[in-house]
T-cell receptor
């Protein structure tokens, strides 16, 4: 069965510190992985997807099939990065989300 | 361009009552989704519709039914509401599995 695990409910870092939000998955096929973000009082929106291998707002995520991980990283956190982050795993048309990690960046 | 529109925004039901949550998208997307969001549980997929005329169960379908009325509209029905269905419900749509999901603003449902 496919599953997405985000082990941290809350991650608190200081401004300028590196950030890594963890995501592990279990899936028998070739995974389609995404990171979504929900800023306060805004809609959930796509942050990035593994097929694009892009950097959005300074965030990157690399798919590691050996470790079945898709961790989200940013070298220098900003206060505006404070939000709820969800890792999501696609299986055909279904898209399942992890439980989310709340990132708090303090000055 | 409205994107994904959900109605109502808020609803309070008594146990056993029924209601339908409405969702419409104006982006000509093929696929539509219903999720519920609960504290500590993240987003859980209730039902989805890969294309007009098809619907499939997600992770937590029990107690819900859906209708893909046409390409634009995808409704979620609670036939007999239970307190465990108190949640925030999100509708979303996308063109295909490689495209990003576009979310609505959510419906906050309380069942007493």
């Amino acid at each position: 069965a496919q599953r997405v695990t985000q082990p941290e409910k809350l991650l608190s870092v200081f401004k300028g510190a590196p950030v890594e939000l963890k995501c592990n998955y279990s899936y028998s096929g070739s995974p389609e992985l995404f990171w979504y973000v929900q800023y306060s009082r805004q809609r959930l929106q796509l942050l990035l997807r593994h097929i694009s291998r892009e950097s959005i707002k300074g965030f990157t995520a690399d798919l590691n099939k050996g470790e079945t991980s898709f961790h989200l990283k940013k070298p220098f956190a900003q206060e505006e990065d404070s939000a709820m982050y969800y890792c999501a795993l696609g299986s055909g048309y279904a898209l399942n989300f992890g439980k989310g990690t709340s990132l708090l960046v303090t000055p | 361009n409205a994107g994904v529109t959900q109605t109502p925004k808020f609803q309070v039901l008594k146990t056993g009552q029924s209601m339908t949550l409405q969702c419409a998208q104006d982006m000509n997307h093929n696929s539509m989704y219903w999720y519920r969001q609960d504290p500590g549980m993240g987003l859980r997929l209730i039902y989805y519709s890969a294309s007009e005329g098809t619907t499939d169960k997600g992770e937590v379908p029990n107690g819900y039914n859906v209708s893909r009325l046409n390409k634009r509209e995808f409704s979620l029905r609670l036939e007999s509401a239970a307190p465990s269905q108190t949640s925030v419900y999100f509708c979303a749509s996308r063109q295909d599995p490689n495209s990003p999901l576009h979310f609505g603003n959510g419906t906050r449902l309380t069942v007493t």
